[in-house]
């Protein structure tokens, strides 16, 4: 499945773009993703964290991915 | 009772103090927090906030709502600013109030604690020979 993930911060500069499509299978859960990020973008690596936002609430890692999910990446946050 | 806003402007600290104050309260707790002129010793110019902005209302929003819960605060106000901000300028501005003092110094230390873990917003130090996004890495 096609997947769009959004990338605010350090994981922009990254990645090099604010979207970032990418291909998985279909089922892929939140693990999967990351997997997927840190092998194509081995800086991933340094960050001191990275969670996922699936329709703007954090999820765990075992949660299946679907198409039109609105897929986020939030490396340490840093507010306030 | 709960006043949660994301904004692109300059803060009031006015604002979050006028919304919190209520003849039933007894104590009001405000904390500002500011640009600092230097991190580690290295001189600051500016930061540059950006936030995934509607899930930072929402995670705001989640934090108020255990606040009032936890502390039995009466009211909370709750301003955070994305953007460009200069040394001394004003990212978050939290108002507390309650009916007894001691409440709302727990919540409203409670409520930037938790604010700086969950809330998706993203500070970049600009110094004059770089930039780094504040504890991204080790």
Redesign the interface.
């Known amino acids: 499945m096609n997947l769009k993930v959004?990338c605010?911060?350090?994981t922009r500069?990254i990645i090099g773009q604010f979207e970032y499509k990418l291909s998985l299978p279909s089922e892929a859960t939140v693990a999967d993703l990351k997997n997927q990020l840190s092998i194509q973008f081995p800086k991933f690596a340094?960050?001191?964290s990275l969670r996922i936002?699936l329709n703007?609430?954090?999820a765990e890692d075992a949660m299946t991915l679907k198409e039109n999910d609105e897929i986020?990446l939030?490396?340490?946050?840093?507010?306030? | 009772m709960i006043d949660i806003q994301l904004l692109h402007t300059p803060l009031s600290e006015k604002a979050c103090l006028d919304f919190v104050k209520t003849d039933d309260v007894g104590g009001i707790v405000v904390f500002v927090g500011t640009v600092r002129n230097q991190t580690k010793g290295k001189a600051v110019i500016r930061l540059d906030f950006e936030a995934y902005e509607p899930m930072a209302i929402s995670e705001m929003r989640k934090i108020a709502i255990l606040a009032v819960e936890q502390f039995s605060l009466k009211k909370i106000s709750l301003h955070h600013r994305v953007g460009t901000l200069d040394v001394g300028e004003i990212p978050v501005v939290i108002a507390v109030s309650s009916a007894h003092r001691k409440a709302a110094f727990v919540a409203c230390e409670f409520v930037i604690d938790t604010l700086k873990e969950t809330v998706p917003i993203w500070k970049k130090e600009i110094f004059e020979d770089g930039e780094v996004w504040v504890s991204a890495t080790p």
């Open positions: 959004l605010f911060g350090i500069d340094t960050l001191k936002a703007e609430e954090y986020v939030i490396p340490p946050v840093s507010g306030g």
